[in-house]
């Protein structure tokens, strides 16, 4: 029976890993072009007459959002490496029942937990496991016949 929690935060941090850095790398450019544009329009309309007038204004508008999404950033981060582990948990345990079953092991039926993603793909992993663990019995007892023959 599977289990219903995962107590690891990261299960495969190649995949995952790349995850967090593209949304990393999404919010900066977010924020970049959002301060950019704020601080354009700040120009147009306030008209500052210095550097310092321009930073002020730009920061009263800007600054709370600012720092809310600064304080939001790591609520979403682990939102997105949860989420992959619907993908990434699955794909780990096929490709390690895969590596398994290749390598001449029994392999017992993969059940996936509620939630995640690629049952179809599970269950046809299990047919086939299912056909390779039968055939190399029959080829094993094809086999041990031949060899009590001679």
Known sequence: MPQDR?????????VQGPIIAIVSIYWGYCLLSVSLMLTIWTMFVD?????????????NRGGPALIGSILLLPIVLFDCVRASHRIVGPALRLRNSMKKLANGESVPPIRLRDG???VEFADEFNRLSEQVTRERAEFAAAHQERSIAS
């Open 116 to 118: 995640d993603h690629w």
């Open 6 to 14: 995962r107590y690891r935060f990261f299960i495969d941090r190649e």
């Open 47 to 59: 008209r500052p007459s210095s550097s310092f007038a321009l930073l002020e204004s730009t920061w």
